[in-house]
């Protein structure tokens, strides 16, 4: 028996589970972001609609941040000029200061998201600021972005764990969470961005956004894949409640400033315990793992995401 004629999971429901998930799918933006090569246009165009085709309903297109420091998204306009954009589709992309949101303002985007550092080094590589910094550059971001009426999530980066400083103090996090809410974020994606969480620590971290009077209707998780722990740290947050997951297609993914990220979670992975367990997504599996390996193809290496592998191998 070859590992495709298995072709779907036995499906089992578990207890204490969401009865669906939505899938915040970052392939586009994170996963691209880190290539070594710069991805044309064209394909980074066909990528988002083979991505809509498959069922995802959030694909997080691309950011408006300096080009100098991630040349792979210097394309942000022309990628957002050729969108077949789809009424049923949001397009989130990434903005780190009023700069990047008159970018995207001009560029019709209606859904953006700053991303905020719980460290101190993080945030002065990833954005040139002091964690103190951080929240004055945002402020105006996501002030004028809510009066234009768009949506704006928050992300905080290195929830678990950081390569400079070490362990991360989950009371940090919340704050960071917090401040970012209070400006007038809708929703935080709590992200491992260096993929050294383990199960418990999400647990203690949910935990602590709970008792801050931040229920995990207002979360996200974000979970890079580098220990392998991405798919487990993902069931244990549904567990807690959480159920808007960020991953990518085909497992592609890390931050060009931050040492030893890897991939993200991969879509498909996910997409395969959700259907184990019976949880709804909106995902064709089939068409996602074919639109990985597609792409694989162009990056000139295989997909680390297992399942793409056991689907199209
Ligand atoms: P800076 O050098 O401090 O910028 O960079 P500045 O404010 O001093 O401005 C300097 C010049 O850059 C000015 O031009 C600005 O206009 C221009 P000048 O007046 O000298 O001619 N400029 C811009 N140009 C175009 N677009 C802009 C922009 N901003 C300023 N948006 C900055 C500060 C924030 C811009 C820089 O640090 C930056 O772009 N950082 C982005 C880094 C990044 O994208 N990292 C990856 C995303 S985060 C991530 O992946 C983590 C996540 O996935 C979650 C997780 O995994 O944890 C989200
Ligand atoms: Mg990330």
């Known amino acids: 028996m070859t590992a ?102 001009a560029a019709g985007v209606r859904h953006v998201a700053v991303f905020a550092s719980a460290t101190e080094t993080f945030a002065t590589r990833n954005l040139n600021r002091t964690l103190d910094e951080q929240f004055a550059m945002f402020e105006p971001v996501v002030g004028r972005a809510r009066a234009e009426g768009l949506g704006v999530r928050g992300y905080v980066s290195m929830c678990f764990g950081d390569p400079w400083e070490g362990a991360v103090d989950p009371a940090a996090v919340v704050s960071v969470g917090r401040q970012l809410l209070d400006m007038g974020c809708s929703q935080l994606s709590l992200g491992d961005t260096i993929g050294v969480a383990t199960p418990g620590q999400v647990e203690t971290l949910l935990a602590g956004f709970t008792a801050a009077e931040v229920g995990p209707d207002r979360l996200a998780v974000h979970f890079h894949d580098t220990y392998g722990q991405a798919l487990s740290n993902t069931l244990t947050a549904l567990r807690c409640g959480v159920n808007t997951v960020d991953s990518s297609a085909g497992g592609l993914g890390g931050c060009p400033y931050a040492e030893s990220a890897t991939g993200n979670l991969a879509t498909e992975d996910l997409v395969w315990m959700l259907d184990g367990l019976g949880i709804a997504h909106g995902v064709d599996l089939d068409a996602l793992a074919a639109t990985s390996a597609w792409m694989a193809e162009r990056l000139g290496r295989p997909s680390p995401s297992r399942v793409v592998r056991a689907l199209t191998g």
């Open 4 to 105: 495709r004629s298995v072709g779907l999971p036995t499906v089992t429901a578990a207890a204490d589970l969401p009865a669906s998930v939505q899938i915040w799918e970052v392939g586009a933006r994170d996963g691209l972001q880190n290539e070594a090569s710069i991805v044309d246009v064209a394909t980074k165009l066909e990528f988002l609609d083979r991505l809509a085709d498959a069922g995802l309903r959030i694909l997080e297109a691309t950011s408006f941040v300096h080009p100098r420091w991630v040349p792979q998204l210097a394309d942000a306009e022309q990628v957002l000029a050729g969108l077949r954009r789809r009424q049923d589709v949001t397009y989130p992309v990434l903005v780190p200061n009023e700069r990047g949101l008159d970018r995207a303002l």
